[in-house]
Nanobody, 127 residues
Framework: QVQLVESGGGLVQTGASLTLSCEAP????????FSWFRQGPEKEREFVAA????????DYPDSVKDRFDISRDSASNTIKLKMDALRPSDTAVYYC????????????????????WGRGTQVTVSS
């Protein structure tokens, strides 16, 4: 497992942009594929974005495609989620998750596939 720390959440208006960061200290982030999930009030945890170990494969659900962008920087062991054109429906606690894999191109959508989680960062979008 790897320790994960999210930051960058906040309160924004509809249409605004926000960038979340997930730090994975220890220099071993290259061993992991990462995903972002979110959980709104009284909702199931929902997949938001994924990036492979190689940083060349990505996956997004239709609800955020063309608005959200996931990236990773191996030098700083940081995974970012840039969110544009935010909507009130994007309001949730956002979680970073990691899964160790030998497959450089694997991504993941299911929370059950991940064994390392951050504590989350709140994103609130006002109408």
């Amino acid at each position: 497992q790897v320790q994960l720390v999210e930051s960058g959440g906040g309160l924004v208006q509809t249409g605004a942009s926000l960038t979340l960061s997930c730090e994975a200290p220890g220099g071993t982030s290259y061993l992991y594929a990462f995903s972002w999930f979110r959980q709104g009030p009284e909702k199931e945890r929902e997949f938001v974005a994924a990036i492979s170990r190689s940083g060349t494969r990505f996956d997004y659900p239709d609800s955020v495609k063309d608005r959200f962008d996931i990236s990773r920087d191996s030098a700083s062991n940081t995974i970012k989620l840039k969110m544009d054109a935010l909507r009130p429906s994007d309001t949730a606690v956002y979680y970073c998750a990691a899964k160790r894999t030998t497959n450089w191109f694997e991504t993941g959508r299911s929370p059950a596939d991940f064994d390392s989680w951050g504590r989350g960062t709140q994103v609130t979008v006002s109408s």
